[in-house]
Each structure stands twice: as C-alpha cells, then as structure tokens.
C-alpha cells in the first residue's frame, strides 16, 4: 500500500465516515438480513443505509459480517 493510500485510510478512520452510521447494537440487529441481500445481489446498502460504513468503521462487525458470510455461504454449497 502507498503512504498516501495509508495515510487515506488512517484519516478516515479517524474523521469516521461522511454518511450515516449505524450503531453496533442497530448492526446486530440487521446483520442477517443484510447478508441475504449481500448474498443475493440486492441492494443492501441501500435498503438498510449506514451499515456499509459502520462495517468500514468497525472491525468487530465487519468480522461477524465476513464470518456470518462465509457461513452462509458454506451452507450453500
């Protein structure tokens, strides 16, 4: 990664993001439906804004989201 990629990263965590955010309790809460439509090529972010940025903002849930994911996904298969 350039320094002035690390540098965009470092300050947008820091400034948080520019559209609404939801909380990691309103994350939860909506964490399965948003990975159905993620899944199924619907407009997630649309549908439920401010998850994408409080899943860019937050490790935690964007762990649960990537593990929820792949559960998923494995379930499929």
Known sequence: MKSD????AVLGRVLGPAAPELTCEQCFEELDRYVEMTLA???ADTRI???R???DGCPACA???ASLRDLVTQEGD
């Open 49 to 51: 804004p401010g998850m």
């Open 63 to 65: 762990e649960d989201f």
């Open 53 to 55: 940025a409080h899943l």
């Open 5 to 8: 990629d690390k540098r965009d």
């Open 41 to 43: 090529g619907a407009a």
